[in-house]
């Protein structure tokens, strides 16, 4: 903060400074410090949904839900991309004890790619830190369940502490939801995907397997099995599941990039198609880019 300050003192109106400025008010949930902040940097992001998202949270903060919410949809509209603005507006929901509104965002994230929060340009002068826009809003999921017996705001609690990296919260949730419902596909598939993250290769392949057949038509099912067969070395079956999970999802881009570079050992012609395809897809998506300039060395 003392930085940003610094730099508004040199530079006057300096949008970078104040982003920063904001984004130190949304930690620190002061609500009137983040508004005085907000026109600072209206209109100067180039990224119209990342300004709704970031609008969006303030609202939150200063306890207006259904503003907010309609944020989060509009970012939604902008850039379908961005899993952030589907989770928040869960949470909005949530926060105006709209159930059947939060559980249909929050759905629908849970069907996403879970590889990628949000698009990232490569280069830029708005700095942001991975997750920062979905910090700070645990709690309203929760606040909706009606008994032991409701898997839902568990396994979507979950679900947003998985991209918050808070994976020990996670995975707490989610064997509740196990508790309740065995055979949760959902809970499964992000347990396994946690077990990715922690190098239980094991495990997740085992909760992926579990995940793929409770979850047939579930894309993240068949994701979260593949990625745990590719590193498990097991080439052909992750393969395969990753082309049951594009099957059901053409634009899961994750499944794309990871088939690609199962495929580079096989020749690069494959594997450059499938890259360029989904770089085509979405020139914002770096690891498909980083995959593709070390297949081109």
């Known amino acids: 903060m003392k930085s940003a300050e610094e730099a508004l003192q040199l530079v006057k109106g300096l949008p970078e400074a104040h982003l920063q400025l904001f984004l130190v008010a949304l930690g620190r949930r002061d609500a009137e410090m983040a508004r005085t902040h907000l026109p600072g940097f209206r209109g100067q992001l180039e990224d119209g949904a990342l300004e709704k998202v970031l609008e969006g949270r303030l609202l939150l903060l200063e306890k207006k839900p259904l503003e907010a919410l309609e944020a989060f949809q509009a970012a939604v ?62 709690g309203a999921i929760l606040a909706l369940s009606e008994g032991p017996e409701d898997p839902s705001p568990l396994l979507y609690e979950g679900l947003l502490r998985f991209h918050q990296h808070q994976f020990d919260a996670a995975e707490r949730h989610l064997r509740s939801v196990l508790e309740v419902d065995a055979n949760n596909a959902g809970a499964l598939a992000y347990r396994s995907l946690i077990a990715l993250q922690r190098g239980a290769i094991a495990d997740a392949r085992r909760l992926g397997e579990r995940s793929a057949a409770a979850g047939r038509q579930m894309p993240v099912s068949h994701l979260a099995h593949g990625l745990a067969l590719a590193e498990a070395r097991q080439v052909e079956p992750a393969k395969r599941a990753l082309r049951d999970a594009l099957a059901l999802a053409p634009t899961l881009l994750s499944a794309q990039a990871r088939l690609a570079q199962l495929e580079s050992a096989r020749g690069k012609d494959v594997a450059r198609d499938t890259l360029v395809k989904v770089v085509g897809l979405d020139p914002a998506y770096l690891p498909a880019k980083r995959m593709l300039y070390l297949l081109e060395r």
């Not at 899993?83 to 709209?98: F, T």
């Open 77 to 138: 509209k902008l850039d379908a991309r961005r899993l952030d603005a589907q989770l928040l507006a869960g949470v909005a929901a949530a926060s105006a004890k709209r159930r059947d509104d939060a559980f249909r965002a929050l759905h629908h994230a849970l069907q996403s790619d879970p590889l990628r929060l949000e698009p990232r340009p490569a280069t830029s002068a708005y700095w942001l830190r991975p997750r920062e826009t979905v910090e700070g809003v645990e």
